[in-house]
């Protein structure tokens, strides 16, 4: 199922100046990788991911993101602004937003992903922690409004900004939608939906009292964290697409969220066998009081929050949840029974 921040128009306007074969949202393969040849020859190129409207290569020293789905603008800005205060992410090599195939090309980041299992474990918890360590650097940048970044100011302005007015706001515009679909697929019950949004209006004056939202990554996994296998340091966090402003609490818990999962949510390719590196993240963050109690108070309800925004992509196939969906069941099926 596709998410909600994945539905938006074309960066280039319409499909007139659009390939014939993307007018209809699919991405021919042989034309996007004709299409960046200035960054390796086509049979040179990888391709790492792949959906109908989005295309990653690897085109040896640089990744190319080709594709409608995601606002390039503001993923180049994320990457710039992060390492414009220590935070190591991709440089940036080339962007054309306006191309018949809009791209976005990134210096390739050294190291392995934290998910490696490869990684000895005392190098993955040494990960753990620079990692929330630079994430607490990111969250010292202050932003304008809450949620996903508003593409549409961003396209008028250059500026990046939050969709939503207010922190609760953007919470329901978010998570009702999730849970109706849910239901409607059969995955929760109409009692376990509602269990949710009673949860929601517990946590509303804990929500109400954020009004400044920070600089969030928005998905740092496992898969999101490279690093140096040899001294454990980290060499980058990269995949900037899911840029939000708002609690710094809520980017911690979609971290927790991906490193409590066994398979990194819905992506099953990407098992894990290290054990739960989030106690090591918050330790590297080293939370201030306020943001302590928050993680408290509203760490279970945006754990799973974020539980059921992942669900909605996938629940799963056979009768068989994906992980984040098994886990928000079985929170709301303890909470039901007592």
């Not at 990653?56 to 594709?67: E, L, Q, R, S, Y």
């Amino acid at each position: 199922m596709t998410p909600t921040r994945r539905r938006r128009r074309s960066s280039s306007g319409g499909s007139g100046g659009l390939p014939v074969s993307y007018c209809s949202g699919v991405i021919d393969l042989r034309e996007a990788a004709a299409s960046i040849g200035r960054f390796a020859d086509a049979g040179d190129l990888v391709v790492i991911q792949r959906a109908d409207d989005h295309i990653v290569f690897d085109a040896g020293t640089t990744i190319v993101k080709c594709g409608t789905r995601d606002e390039f603008g503001i993923e180049a800005w994320a990457c710039e602004r992060a390492r414009s205060v220590g935070v190591p992410a991709p440089e940036v090599i080339a962007i054309d937003r306006s191309a018949p195939f809009p791209y976005l090309a990134l210096r390739k980041v050294g190291g392995v992903p934290l998910i490696d299992d490869r990684l000895p474990l005392e190098l993955a918890v040494k990960a753990a922690r620079e990692a929330g360590a630079l994430l607490r650097r990111l969250h010292e940048l202050k932003l304008v409004g809450f949620g996903w970044a508003d593409r549409a100011h961003f396209e008028r302005t250059g500026e990046v900004r939050g969709k939503s007015e207010s922190w609760p706001e953007e919470i329901s515009a978010e998570l009702e939608p999730a849970l109706q679909e849910l239901v409607s697929l059969g995955a929760l019950t109409p009692a376990q939906a509602q269990s949710m949004r009673d949860e929601m209006e517990l946590a509303r004056r804990a929500t109400e009292a954020i009004t400044e939202g920070v600089f969030l990554h928005g998905d740092l996994g496992r898969m999101h964290v490279f690093v140096d296998p040899e001294h454990g340091g980290v060499t980058g966090f990269v995949d900037w697409g899911d840029v939000q402003v708002g609690d710094p609490v809520w980017d911690l818990a979609i971290t927790g969220c991906h490193l409590a999962s066994p398979s990194e949510g819905i992506l099953r390719v990407h098992h894990a066998r290290q054990p739960d590196l989030f106690p090591r993240v918050v330790e590297g963050y080293e939370p201030a009081p306020d943001v302590a109690e928050r993680l408290t108070v509203l760490g279970s309800f945006y754990l799973a929050y974020r539980q059921a925004w992942v669900a909605r992509m996938g629940p799963g196939e056979g009768g068989v949840p994906n992980p984040s969906l098994a886990m928000l069941l079985g929170k709301l099926d303890r909470e039901i029974d007592a």
